[in-house]
């Protein structure tokens, strides 16, 4: 049966000029190459439903003056190259469509969209996502249906995530569907992890604050990294930063395992010492420069920890990261539209610090001292804002670019304000002298769920008779 498609037709010279004029203005139909006339002249196929926006008199003067232009039919198009590729979910759909016939199922539009278009891979093993296969009949044809999805995606193992387990070591419910092995190979940023995805946690939306940490210049620094997991942030101190030493405390014994395998992997272990087991009861005092306080939704546990770490001489800087709830921000917000008087922004700032001052003060009682703490410029007029126009761009030292909005809240403010008094009251309190706590930079890692926000605050902490 013969096809055809509508084209634009103009002289060799001028073809490329009108591919890039069709193109940008969405008229060019991708799926069709273009075609090569008998009188030397080109075809360009566009899409039947921006036909009548076309006018091919115009077109002349405003693509390429002096250039002809008419239209055709063109008889059985060729499709182009774009169009034979398939993706990864098409191959996987039109496998399982064929499984499900063989045995008598009807595909449906319901067993479509159970069908993912999105894994996570690492080597030879897709993750899939917990909302994926839900539907009864697949189990019915396990483990065959398996096999025909790592075929389809090129994979020889296939495991299923769940929900963190509340066990205290954020253990992942993650089910292996095909193959025996679940340690998994994965390389992040220049640096090589290995683990066992049924046991250990592996974040890849950190990226963005571990390509941070490792465009830092920790020169002759000890480290130590409270909760180092399977080294998401100790790896990138030891390789990247120029750190001397790192101290990675870790107590989930299957972390422990891949730390230790990381840690040979990339030929550091020379420069770590890994502490298995609370971080409580860590011996270690006065030596380190920086502390990495990883731990979400907050690590207010280990926050005298890392103090009793701090050089007591000179302190050093805490790398602090929390889930900062939105929530009372957006309510506020509605409520004060609603109302029509609300406070200026400035003032509801003013508010919002002094309450959560007072409930600081009230939790923690410290020598009197002199305060010192530098706040983030926030914009007065837009209490609501989080992302700014501008942007940040850093590079890690192993040559990996970043570039991120710089993003800025009033609630980030609030929240690291108050870490900041908490954290002088408990150095002052331990070491007996007036401290110094400044906000160097809030940094937004990722949000969990609306108005929850993954941030990390880097507060340097000297003591007063060293400023």
């Given amino acids: 049966m013969q096809t055809e498609r509508n084209a634009i037709v103009t002289q060799a010279r001028f073809a490329q000029q009108y591919r890039e004029y069709l193109e940008k203005n969405g008229f060019l139909d991708p799926t069709i190459r273009l075609q ?57 759909q039109e496998e399982l469509c064929a499984l499900l016939k063989c045995r008598g199922v009807l595909w449906t539009e319901e067993l479509s969209h159970d069908v993912p278009q999105v894994w996570k891979r690492h080597g030879d093993m897709i993750v899939l996502n917990e909302s994926a296969f839900q539907a009864e009949i697949w189990k019915t044809l396990e483990p065959e249906v398996w096999h025909v999805v790592g075929n389809a995606v090129g994979v020889r193992r296939i495991a299923k995530e769940g929900r963190i387990s509340a066990d205290g070591f954020r253990t992942p419910r993650v089910t292996l569907l095909l193959g025996d092995d679940a340690w998994v190979h994965h390389v992040d940023n220049g640096i090589r992890y290995t ?24 020169s002759g620094e000890v480290v130590v990294d409270l909760y180092a997991g399977i080294g998401y942030f100790a790896l990138p101190f030891l390789m990247h930063t120029g750190a001397a030493y790192v101290h990675a405390c870790e107590w989930n014994p299957h972390a422990v395992d891949a730390l230790l395998k990381n840690l040979e992997l990339n030929k550091v272990s020379d420069r770590c010492k890994v502490h298995s087991g609370d971080n409580q009861q860590l011996l270690l005092r006065n030596l380190a420069d920086r502390v990495n306080l990883g731990l979400i939704p907050n690590s207010e546990e280990g926050w005298p920890v890392a103090c009793k770490l701090l050089k007591e001489d000179r302190g050093g800087i805490l790398h602090i990261h929390n889930n900062v709830s939105l929530f009372h921000a957006k309510r506020d917000s509605l409520v004060n539209k609603k109302n029509n008087n609300a406070r200026s922004s400035k003032e509801q700032r003013q508010h919002l610090t002094k309450m959560e001052l007072a409930r ?5 009682t410290s020598p009197a001292s ?15 804002l989080r992302w700014k126009n501008n942007k ?3 590079e890690s030292n192993c040559g990996t670019c970043c570039e991120k909005k710089q993003v800025t809240h009033p609630e980030w403010q609030v929240w690291a304000e108050s870490t900041a008094l908490r954290i002088r009251n408990i150095l002052e309190t331990h070491h007996k002298k007036p401290w110094s706590t400044n906000i160097f930079h809030i940094e937004y890692v990722k949000s969990y769920a609306p108005y929850i926000d993954h941030v990390v605050l880097d507060l340097e902490c000297r003591p007063c008779d060293n400023n």
Avoid: W
């Fill in 36 to 92: 090569k006339q008998p009188d030397g002249s080109v075809a360009l196929p566009v899409l039947c439903n921006k036909l009548n926006q076309l006018d091919h008199l115009n077109l002349c003067d405003t693509v390429a003056p002096g250039s002809t232009c008419t239209f055709t039919l063109l008889k059985n198009p060729i499709s182009s190259k774009k169009a034979l590729v398939k993706t990864c979910h098409q191959r996987l």
């Fill in 360 to 364: 600081s003060n009230s939790e923690m």
């Fill in 195 to 218: 683990f066992d995805i049924t046991k250990c946690m592996f974040s890849s939306g950190n990226i963005t604050e571990k390509l941070r940490v490792s465009s830092f210049d920790c």
């Fill in 370 to 384: 002199t305060y010192a703490l530098q706040s983030i410029a926030i914009e007065e007029n837009t209490p609501d």
């Fill in 392 to 394: 940040s761009k850093f």
